[in-house]
């Protein structure tokens, strides 16, 4: 098995456009990391590659699951890896492309508690609470039960965190009282985290949700509801993008209020991305994509 690429960043930071250059360059096929991408006709809200975008280079996992369906952590490891078997059984490069930070953390990470058994529900759900509530306070759980984990664990390695927590509800005993086995990653990779300053994000992603109120967001949203696809309770309407109309749709919000809920939610949705990738300690991080692309061809040409 070779090395593969895996490309990551908060929302708007340009991911897309610079996956399929890279694939381009190097030869490679793209299996999309993004949690709702994965729902067939949620398209503007979830800014998914354009059938244009999507032809120009081989996509994978994009419009696999209907919208009113489940879709796990673990469906995503398991598809991903057949994925990447296959393009390199094509002889191209498995590139990975996303800002869902916990499906690439669980693609490369394998779980192995050598004295706790595996509890993928619970890991889900601590997951959850780690992308709506972010690492802060995920980190505060672990200070109540596991204090000397705590001073050997930053609040922004979420795996560690993750695993501790995992340890601690499935034994009833903190990590710092077990020996665990050393997690090797299961694949040979190179990460690449894009960014760019602060204000300059936040001013992309208000345009592109400006951008998706004009291309029909709202009938989108509104069509799922009416044809029974979805409802408030649809894992898919979990999406910032989504879940601000149900409240519009009861008349509980205006449009306008719904537009600029789903911005200030994009933007603090992008801050728990880059604190949650930060955690991985071994991203190279980009705020010039041409730089970004010479590193990537460096390291498979």
Not at 89 to 118: A, D, E, H, N, Q
């Amino acid at each position: 098995m070779g090395k593969i690429l895996i490309i990551t960043g908060a929302t708007a930071t340009g991911k897309t456009a610079f996956a399929i250059e890279c694939a381009k360059r190097l030869n490679g096929e793209i299996i999309s990391c993004d949690s709702m991408q994965i729902y067939r006709s949620l398209d503007i809200g979830t800014a998914k590659p354009t059938l244009e975008e999507q032809n120009a280079v081989p996509h994978h996992l994009i419009d696999i699951v209907d919208a009113g369906e489940e879709f796990s952590v673990q469906q995503f490891v398991s598809l991903a890896g057949e994925k990447i078997k296959e393009i390199e059984s094509r002889g191209k490069l498995p590139i990975i492309v996303g800002g869902t930070g916990l499906y690439i953390r669980s693609l490369i990470y394998p779980y192995s508690f050598c004295s706790s058994k595996k509890d993928e529900k619970v890991r889900d759900e601590l997951n959850k609470i780690l992308d709506e509530k972010g690492s802060d306070y995920l980190y505060s759980l672990l200070e109540k039960v596991d204090k000397e984990s705590v001073q050997k664990i930053h609040k922004n390695d979420t795996k560690r965190v993750i695993r501790a927590l995992e340890i601690f509800k499935t034994t009833g005993k903190p990590k710092s009282e077990q020996t665990i086995e050393e997690i090797k990653p299961r694949y040979d990779y190179v990460l690449i985290a894009l960014t760019m300053p602060r204000e300059k994000l936040y001013e992309r992603i208000n345009k592109r949700v400006d951008l998706m109120f004009e291309m029909g967001l709202e009938n989108e949203v509104e069509s799922l509801v009416k044809k029974g696809k979805v409802n408030q309770n649809s894992q898919s309407m979990s999406a910032i993008g989504y879940k601000e109309f149900f409240d519009y749709f009861e008349g509980k919000r205006t449009l306008t209020e719904t537009k600029e809920l789903i911005k200030k939610n994009s933007r603090n949705y992008a801050k728990r991305q880059e604190t949650f990738i930060r955690g991985f300690s071994d991203a190279k991080w980009f705020d010039d994509k041409k730089e970004a692309l010479l590193f990537a061809l460096k390291q498979f040409t």
